[in-house]
Nanobody, 115 residues
Framework: QVQLVESGGNLVQPGGSLRLSCAASGFPFSNYAMSWYRQAPGKERERVATIGTGDGTNYADSVKGRFAISRDNAKNTVYLQMGSLKPEDTAVYYC?????????WGQGTQVTVSS
């Protein structure tokens, strides 16, 4: 079955950096686009970044120039490198894949940006 396991969340100061990882299993990883979403308290879940099978990327306007999504098909892992972090980046970050008309989610990893 499809499994997505996020890691790397932490408490970080404003202006700091963090790298999230998502280990995927149960499907042919290299054949699917992967996305990162986030959900802050009291807000809807929003898409942060997507990477296609050909490594094309797409970002939410709020993170352009600060975040970078990448993938390692040999490790079945997708990453989110986050820089110049702001308090408004505080959220639970989720890895996601859309397969056969169904969206699969990981359990999420907490990122808190605070001094």
């Amino acid at each position: 079955q499809v499994q997505l396991v996020e890691s790397g969340g932490n408490l970080v100061q404003p202006g700091g950096s963090l790298r999230l990882s998502c280990a995927a299993s149960g499907f042919p990883f290299s054949n699917y686009a992967m996305s990162w979403y986030r959900q802050a308290p009291g807000k809807e879940r929003e898409r942060v970044a997507t990477i296609g099978t050909g490594d094309g990327t797409n970002y939410a306007d709020s993170v352009k120039g600060r975040f970078a999504i990448s993938r390692d098909n040999a490790k079945n892992t997708v990453y989110l490198q986050m820089g110049s972090l702001k308090p408004e980046d505080t959220a639970v970050y989720y890895c996601s894949v859309f397969i056969s008309f169904q969206t699969f989610w990981g359990q999420g990893t907490q990122v808190t940006v605070s001094s």
